[in-house]
């Protein structure tokens, strides 16, 4: 992560948090609808499947904060596990959200 500025990549990690906090507040709204949707379980199942991309996503975040501070948290330097363990989390997270772009898209277009 040397090359990287950890306040642009929090920036950016809590930006995706955001979007899927967002998406999954307009699903909510449909499903609490009256009358409510014909096609509710499958809402309720998009929402299941919006849970890893926002883990992932939730712990980079937490675990990028804790490594800015820990030496205002804690002194010395944060664990060198950290440094890893965040890139691969939001690296899934991404990749998460990719796939329901692109299963969002072929339901587009062939559903």
Known sequence: ?????PIALLSLIIALSAYVG?????VL???AAIPPPSNRHGLKSFLKWLVPADATL???????????FWGDLFGG??????????IWTFFVGV???????????YKSFFA
């Open 58 to 68: 939730a712990t980079s975040a937490l675990l990028l904060l804790l490594k800015v």
């Open 29 to 31: 709204g449909r499903i």
């Open 1 to 5: 992560m040397a090359n990287l500025d």
């Open 22 to 26: 967002g998406v999954r507040l307009a």
């Open 95 to 105: 990749i998460v959200l990719v796939c329901h772009h692109i299963v969002s898209w």
């Open 77 to 86: 330097s944060a664990p060198s596990w950290f440094d890893p363990t965040i």
